[in-house]
């Protein structure tokens, strides 16, 4: 069994691409994405409940303010290439803003989605998962 990423790029015909040249919003997009995936997933597989009750607990979990608290409680153990990815994520100007939320965590927020489509093009599911994971945690976030 391969890989999510190669398999993609298998059937797509895409390939590895210089990440240098990724704006930090084309990580968060990916990110979002990649993140919500993965609390997907853990939460469908506790069990059967109606899709309503999936999506209630996903958007608790995928949201603006959780994700900053997420971030806040994994930052220090990120290496410095990966605070490098989050600080450019957080710091970049937007036009929208995420509703329900304030700035300040809507910002924190891209920045962890960056670091987690960052670290999905990078092709290390494994080190999104373990931050994740670390993350969830350390916030004492339950899925």
Do not use: W
Not at 42 to 59: A, C, F, M, Y
Not at 92 to 100: F, G
Request: aromatic share 8%; with cysteine; net charge neutral.
């Amino acid at each position: 069994m391969g890989d999510t990423l190669s398999e993609i790029r298998a059937a797509f015909g895409g390939g590895e691409a210089d990440l240098r040249t990724y704006s930090p919003l084309t990580f968060a997009y990916i990110g979002d994405a990649v993140f919500e995936l993965i609390v997907r997933t853990v939460i469908v597989e506790q069990g059967q409940r109606p899709t309503n009750s999936l999506h209630k607990h996903t958007t608790k979990i995928v949201c603006a303010e959780t994700q900053a608290k997420l971030i806040e409680a994994v930052y220090d153990t990120l290496s410095e290439e990966e605070k490098n990815i989050y600080r450019r994520g957080r710091n970049t100007k937007t036009n929208s803003t995420a509703k329900n939320a304030s700035l300040s965590d809507y910002r924190k927020a891209t920045g962890f989605e960056a670091l987690c489509g960052y670290l999905f093009l990078k092709n290390d599911m494994e080190r999104v998962i373990e931050i994740v994971k670390s993350a969830l945690e350390l916030a004492g976030v339950a899925l």
